[in-house]
């Protein structure tokens, strides 16, 4: 094995530094080190997703195709609202699933104890899945003698690689 050389203090070259191979330290690459211009191809890149899902007027029961994944990723958040909160008995619950199966550890529930325009966050179990698995939402409203909720939105965050 060489001998390593430590240079003690800065350095500055004003030509091209080549190397055999480099290991920066923890936290020495940062955002600000890469150039914007650096044309970093995408499928080196982890994709942040927004998915809303919404329902204009009175909630309805629904099974939503969400997303089909093309690389594995993390399922960071899940949250719902609804513009006018339920009254009554009534409830509309969220289920956010991956191959048919829950990733909650119980489905988000609006009802009338939830605030109008307040998100409710869901309790993920499973945060992780692969390339082509199929998430999907599952909606299900009950009157129960009460006034269902109108406007509702449901949003996952979705964190990706871009190559599969």
């Known amino acids: 094995m060489a001998a390593v050389s430590t240079i ?9 530094v080549t190397a055999g191979g480099l290991t920066p330290s923890a936290g020495t ?8 211009t650096a044309a970093i ?5 982890e994709h942040q ?7 204009n ?5 629904a099974t939503i195709p969400l997303h089909v994944a093309y690389g594995a990723g993390t399922i960071v958040s899940i949250k719902a609202a609804s513009i006018a909160a ?8 969220v289920d956010l699933k991956k191959g048919g199966t829950t990733c909650l550890s ?13 998100s409710e966050a ?10 082509d698995n199929f998430l999907e939402l599952v909606i299900v409203a009950t009157a129960g003698g009460g006034t269902l909720p109108t406007g509702l939105i449901v949003t996952v965050i979705l964190r990706e690689n871009a190559a599969p």
């Open 41 to 45: 191809a995408a499928t080196k890149l």
């Open 29 to 36: 690459v940062t955002n600000t080190s890469v150039s914007a």
């Open 86 to 93: 339920a009254v009554g008995a009534a409830t509309v619950t």
């Open 122 to 131: 869901g309790s993920l179990t499973v945060t992780t899945y692969s390339a």
């Open 57 to 61: 007027g009175t909630a309805a029961s």
């Open 8 to 16: 003690q203090g800065d350095a500055h070259f004003t030509g091209t």
């Open 106 to 118: 119980g489905v988000i529930t609006l009802d009338s104890g939830n605030t109008a325009r307040t």
């Open 49 to 55: 997703f927004a998915l809303s899902y919404t329902q």
